[in-house]
């Protein structure tokens, strides 16, 4: 994968989301259009990858990026808001050897008005149009190398143990003076 020519911005990547949103893209450019967003992408990079060298994949339709992304543009009319045919785009994609060997983060999608990703590591799915992306980009910050945060549910005894703890924290302040280092460690 070539270098970042610059770092991620969340207000920045909103920014460029909304004016993606307002000019709009074509489907075989927006996958270069995240890459810049998200992955800082620059012109060099993306004529790498458009030329042939930064691509693993050599059938014309598919642009690959190991172990970042792999896209497919979806031939398919969505003007009523059905994206039933982009997820078999996406889960053809997933279901190809070639490209499942390279472990891309994320499979996208796109027609030019919605797109459609899948998340392999967290076996999430998302769906928006494109114009909307700028309030709903979360999911692709992968691309930009920041991985979703996890909450794990605090077990019922750690819970406790540590109101507890927090209580006689409490009492020794209350009943002992220690505003004074000497006094802290006096015997």
């Known amino acids: ?3 970042k020519t610059q770092s991620y911005s969340q207000v920045q990547a909103t920014d460029e989301l909304e004016q993606l949103g307002r000019r709009g893209t074509s489907a075989p450019e927006f996958v270069y259009d995240l890459l810049r967003i998200f ?4 012109d ?8 042939g060298p930064g691509n693993l ?7 690959l990026i190991k ?7 979806a031939v398919v009319n969505t003007l009523d808001g059905d994206c039933s045919k982009m997820y078999d785009v996406i889960n053809a994609m997933r279901d190809d050897a070639k490209i499942a060997k390279h472990s891309p983060r994320l499979y996208i999608t796109s027609n ?3 797109v459609v990703a899948y998340d392999p590591k967290e076996n999430d799915w998302y769906e928006n149009r494109i114009d909307l992306l700028c309030k709903d980009f979360e999911f692709f910050t992968p691309l930009a190398g920041i991985e979703k945060i996890q909450f794990t549910e605090e077990a019922e005894v750690d819970v406790k143990s540590a109101e507890l703890m ?3 924290f409490d009492d020794i302040r209350r009943y002992n003076d220690i505003r004074e280092n000497l006094k802290k ?3």
């Open 39 to 42: 992955s800082g992408y620059g």
């Open 44 to 51: 060099g990079q993306v004529r790498r990858t458009k030329d």
């Open 112 to 114: 030019g008005v919605f």
């Open 67 to 73: 172990n970042l992304v792999v896209y497919r543009e």
């Open 185 to 187: 460690h006096k015997k």
């Open 1 to 3: 994968m070539a270098k």
């Open 166 to 168: 927090a209580k006689l």
């Open 57 to 63: 994949a050599k059938d014309g339709e598919t642009v």
